[in-house]
């Protein structure tokens, strides 16, 4: 199938872009040094690509990603590198999937005790290392571990995500180091074999983790490209222009903030400027000597924030160049 | 089931004000007079609601939404306030609904030949009144109602969205005035039964047009309320605290991006300040003197904006107080 032939607002994939994109993060990464973070592309059929790779340990935000991996196949090594105290469903999970070894992240005595109530037998001590969400205090981290070990279950190590400093622009690895500073401050208390952290945006910064949890790598988008990651674009929304205003100067492509994440910004156009999202609109008015497209013509607009475009669609759709190669639906999406 | 036994994050609609928004709505538009936009809660199950008070045609953004319509027996007079080239997936939706009656909206003579050769039977002219999206300018509506005959087609009227007034705070009642001025200028010279337009924000000063083309008062968002509408926040996200920074003040609730469209800023929570969002967290601080809740407990998000926010769930639990009284799943989103 041709690219034109899709129904539009469509995810794309240029699958070249995203192999080359892999192919660089193996390099400083490989194999399970890697865990990827299947929040930023919630597709079994993804996680399984990056399986094939060697990266065959993932980690999650929800029990639905979770369920979805071990359900796909890929249980070997599964980690909600998030906090819950939903008991039902991490029962249901692990009742579900019992041969699936399930981590969870724990920061306090209350994800403890519904941890060890579901019967999760692991655990990561979730340490916050200066980003204002989850995660212990490092100097807490110790005395929970501790708590954890009473109740039976084992402490596999540490996580800290230093979410606050993926796209920092000054100085990037001193801060890390800094943040990583009390990951090992906590890991020293807590042991285990486990420090896990890190991102897309701190992929080559970040020295002291001995997994790192990212994502968004993958697919990418324009935040992530702008502070200078290393990755390209394989992302695009595929559109089709339904409205031009010649007179005005702008034109109307037929996806918007449903089908596109705008907390990091507004999508761009090439040769254009994005003016404005609604809800199924796109509004841009391209430079100065470069025509407006016709109605009927197809554009690509560039995701600000991949994780929260990719949740809003059912399929991303792959491509070489202009043909479409295969569709990976996206199963991990919801609660 | 009570409504703290929901998993979280969850999409809950308080009934009472459900209905006070729609009977409210209903003393000034009664009726058909009143054609609600299901884009704003894209859920069969509300639209049947409305159906049975009377608010039996309807208006959509998508194909999908409009299948999902006559699927569900609600067929009887859809409207595609929306631009559209698709053929292939008009054809498909007339060949699947050949009992309801589907009318679209054209502003160009790409969109008039697209309807022409799919079947579809009736159109409305889109015109531009103001604000810039889709729509044609009021001048070549005259013309495009003859193109439209020429291909044996009907132009039922005109349709024209001042969505730049619905939160006007200045005059906005002159502005709409001039708005409609536009568009009953079109349609002297178009012709045809249909003035169809105006949207929850401009529900009490629009006087101009005879069909009012609303969806979001059924649930409302805080950037109606704020703008206000009269109508009442029904729409809020349920979420579990999953961790808790005493030390440094804050709070952090289970849904984040992925559950709440921030095009129209942060959610808010009673008493308390949202600080962040990130994709599947909110974090807040209470106001002073207000404890933080504790890890488990739940708390109550208010939407910013509706339609991105609904569109990212597949259900809306409807609640009497705090008892879960109905689910309504929401069947239209996607393309």
């Given at each position: 199938?041709?690219i034109?032939?899709?129904?539009t607002?469509?995810?794309v994939v240029?699958?070249?872009?995203l192999?080359a994109?892999?192919?660089l993060m193996?390099q400083?990464?490989?194999g399970?040094?890697?865990?990827?973070?299947?929040?930023?592309?919630?597709?079994?059929?993804?996680?399984?690509?990056?399986?094939?790779?060697g990266?065959?340990?993932?980690?999650?935000?929800t029990?639905?990603?979770l369920?979805?991996?071990?359900?796909?196949g890929l249980?070997?090594?599964?980690?909600?590198?998030?906090e819950?105290v939903?008991l039902q469903?991490?029962?249901t999970?692990?009742t579900?999937?019992?041969d699936?070894?399930?981590?969870?992240?724990?920061?306090?005595?209350?994800?403890?005790?519904?941890?060890?109530?579901?019967?999760?037998?692991?655990v990561?001590?979730d340490?916050n290392?200066?980003?204002?969400r989850?995660?212990c205090?490092p100097?807490?981290?110790?005395?929970?571990?501790?708590?954890?070990?009473?109740?039976?279950?084992?402490?596999?190590?540490?996580?800290g995500?230093?979410?606050?400093l993926?796209?920092e622009?000054?100085?990037?690895?001193?801060?890390?180091e800094e943040?990583?500073?009390?990951?090992?401050k906590?890991?020293d208390a807590?042991?285990?074999?486990?420090?896990?952290?890190g991102?897309t945006?701190t992929?080559?910064?970040?020295?002291?983790?001995?997994?790192l949890?990212?994502?968004?790598?993958t697919?990418?988008?324009?935040?992530?490209?702008?502070?200078?990651?290393?990755f390209?674009?394989a992302l695009?929304?595929?559109?089709?222009i339904?409205?031009?205003n010649?007179?005005?100067g702008?034109?109307?492509?037929?996806?918007?903030t449903?089908a596109?994440?705008?907390?990091?910004g507004?999508?761009?156009?090439?040769?254009?400027?994005?003016?404005?999202?609604?809800?199924?609109?796109?509004?841009?008015?391209?430079?100065?000597?470069?025509?407006?497209?016709?109605?009927?013509?197809?554009?690509s607009?560039?995701?600000?924030h991949?994780?929260p475009?990719?949740?809003?669609?059912?399929n991303?759709?792959?491509?070489?160049?202009n043909?479409v190669?295969?569709r990976?639906?996206?199963d991990?999406?919801?609660w």
């Amino acid at each position: 199938m041709h690219i034109d032939e899709l129904p539009t607002p469509a995810l794309v994939v240029d699958r070249d872009v995203l192999e080359a994109n892999i192919a660089l993060m193996g390099q400083r990464w490989p194999g399970r040094s890697l865990r990827p973070h299947v929040k930023a592309f919630k597709s079994v059929s993804m996680a399984r690509r990056l399986a094939e790779l060697g990266h065959d340990s993932f980690c999650a935000a929800t029990i639905k990603e979770l369920a979805g991996l071990a359900a796909g196949g890929l249980g070997g090594d599964l980690l909600l590198a998030n906090e819950t105290v939903d008991l039902q469903r991490l029962k249901t999970l692990l009742t579900e999937h019992q041969d699936a070894r399930i981590t969870v992240a724990v920061d306090s005595p209350e994800t403890v005790s519904v941890a060890a109530q579901a019967g999760i037998k692991e655990v990561l001590i979730d340490v916050n290392v200066g980003m204002p969400r989850c995660g212990c205090a490092p100097e807490d981290a110790g005395p929970l571990g501790d708590l954890v070990r009473s109740t039976g279950m084992t402490v596999r190590g540490v996580m800290g995500y230093e979410g606050h400093l993926m796209t920092e622009s000054t100085d990037q690895g001193e801060k890390v180091e800094e943040a990583m500073g009390l990951l090992l401050k906590a890991h020293d208390a807590v042991g285990g074999e486990v420090i896990s952290g890190g991102g897309t945006g701190t992929w080559r910064t970040n020295q002291w983790v001995n997994e790192l949890q990212a994502g968004s790598f993958t697919l990418m988008d324009t935040d992530y490209e702008a502070s200078g990651t290393g990755f390209s674009k394989a992302l695009s929304l595929r559109c089709t222009i339904i409205s031009v205003n010649r007179k005005g100067g702008w034109a109307v492509a037929d996806g918007g903030t449903k089908a596109l994440g705008l907390d990091h910004g507004l999508p761009s156009i090439d040769d254009g400027e994005v003016l404005y999202c609604s809800d199924e609109h796109t509004i841009f008015a391209m430079k100065d000597a470069v025509a407006l497209p016709k109605v009927g013509e197809r554009i690509s607009l560039w995701p600000s924030h991949v994780d929260p475009t990719v949740s809003q669609h059912d399929n991303l759709w792959l491509c070489d160049g202009n043909e479409v190669v295969d569709r990976w639906a996206v199963d991990l999406r919801g609660w």
